[in-house]
């Protein structure tokens, strides 16, 4: 999973920078993304719904590992 990256901070215009950084996030990161047979484990820390296991997952170390909810 490759996220797009942030607007770079160029010159002095911190204020339409930290829009852009804002309207940025608000777009890549608003929900847990479901997983699917094409996204890799590959980078640790990756947070997904499986769907098909109907709990959330996690990547560490090259694999999928379910974090399990309590009732």
Known sequence: MSAPHPPPPL????????????????????????????????????????AEEECPVVSKDGAWIKIQLDP
């Open 11 to 50: 010159g002095d215009k911190w204020k339409s920078w930290a829009e852009s950084m804002n309207s940025f996030l608000v777009k890549s990161m608003d929900r847990l993304r479901f997983k699917t047979s094409e996204d890799s484990a590959a980078e640790d820390g990756i947070l997904m719904w499986d």
